[in-house]
Structure formats: C-alpha cells, structure tokens
C-alpha cells in the first residue's frame, strides 16, 4: 500500500538557520513526490515536485527537495529560514497523472527570532 | 495561473440542513477535481475524485448520499453535505488538474464547515 511518513510533527528552528523536513513514502512503482505549504486556515500551496531527472530539485521560496531512491526518501531543504516560513508543510505521493495523492501527516513548522 | 477558488470560505450551519460549496478553477480547465476533507492538526483525507460529466468515485468509508459531489463544467465542482451533523465539521479542501499538464493539483483556500 501506498503511504508516507513525516517523521516529525513539529520542527523549530531559528531564523536564519538551515531547515530540513524528512519524508519516507512506501510505493510500489516509480513515485511521483510533491511538498505542498499549507498556511493556518488555507488551502496548500505547492512548493515543489519530482518526476524523473536531476534528484535535486528546486522550488519556490528558496527551497530545494533531493529524491533519495535507496532510501525511498524526499527532504525538503532550505538553507536559511525566515520567519514567514512558519507554516505545516505535506509531503505527497501519487502514481503520476490525473490521478490521487496520498498525503503523510504533515510537519509543522516554528522559526523563532 | 492555477488558480482554484472555493466558495464560501466558511459556513456555519444548523444540524440537519445542507450545505454546498463550490470549487473553482478560475484560468485553466479541470478534467478532474478532488475533494479532502482535513480534521484538526492531522492530514488531508480524500473523499472523492470528480471527472466532468461522470459520477464521482468515493473512497472507501466515505458516503455517497451524504457527500454529494457534482462536476458540471470543466470550472466548476460542488460537494453538498447533506443532512449535516456535528461530525461533519471540518476542514475541505478541493483540487484540481489542469486539462493539460495533469501531473500536479492545485488546490483551492479550503472551507471550513461548522455544524452547530
């Protein structure tokens, strides 16, 4: 069965300092793997995904995410955090196009000054 | 450009009556929309994948004459809550995939339901 984990459900960090959120899926097939932002009462806002390619890929915000086939792993990374950056943060998996995401729990995000 | 609108943003309602809310794809056309709903502090659940002009496929556990989801146009999905209850105040969020380039969801702001 598809799923994925955030192992974390809070991360702080200070501003300024280098971020990195863990994710493991389990999929059976070659994953596609996306991190969404979620806001406080919002809807989710994606920062990034990977299909196939270059195993680092880059996304919005100055954030970065690196595929990790042996590990069945996709941190998202950032290398200094601001305080906007606050926020609960999804790892997804799905099989590709048109079709469903299997969301992990989320890891919520704190910068403190 | 993606850009998905829900409407209404929030909705307080009595137990018993129904509720619907409407998600948009405002610049692009959507072959398919989901619909999640989202309890406090934990993930998004999928309840339902909408195709235009078809019946919606539900996910296991969901129930299909509670969760009313219609896909009329390639813009616009509704999901009705029927008969509301206490229970079914949440967090849901739609999204959508593009007629083109359908390897990514973009996803509306999110209704939040209250059931008083």
């Known amino acids: 069965a598809q799923s994925v984990t955030q192992p974390d459900i809070h991360i702080t960090v200070s501003e300024g300092a280098s971020l990195e959120l863990r994710c493991n899926y389990s999929y059976g097939a070659t994953p596609y793997l996306f991190w969404y932002v979620q806001s406080p009462g919002q809807g989710l806002q994606l920062l990034l995904k990977?299909?196939?390619?270059?195993?680092l890929v880059q996304g919005i915000k100055g954030f970065e995410a690196e595929f990790k086939r042996s590990q069945s792993s996709f941190n998202l990374r950032k290398p200094s955090v601001h305080w906007s950056d606050a926020a609960e943060y999804f790892c997804?998996?799905?099989?590709?196009?048109?079709?469903?995401?299997?969301f992990g729990a989320g890891t919520i995000l704190r910068v403190k000054s | 450009g993606a850009v998905v609108s829900q409407h209404p943003s929030w909705v307080i309602c009595k137990s018993g009556t129904s509720v619907k809310i409407e998600c948009r794809s405002l610049d692009f056309q959507a072959t398919t929309m989901f619909w999640y709903r989202q309890f406090p502090k934990q993930s998004l659940m999928l309840m339902a994948t909408s195709n235009e002009g078809s019946k919606a496929t539900y996910e296991q556990g969901v129930e299909k004459d509670k969760f009313l989801i219609n896909h009329a146009s390639l813009t616009l999905s509704t999901l009705t809550v029927t008969s509301a209850h206490p229970e079914d105040s949440s967090f849901y969020i739609c999204?959508?995939?593009?007629?083109?380039?359908?390897?990514?969801?973009?996803f509306g702001p999110g209704t939040r339901l209250t059931v008083l």
């Open positions: 990977y299909f196939s390619g270059d195993t």
């Open positions: 999204s959508a995939i593009a007629q083109e380039g359908a390897d990514t969801q973009y």
């Open positions: 997804a998996v799905g099989p590709g196009y048109g079709n469903k995401l299997v």
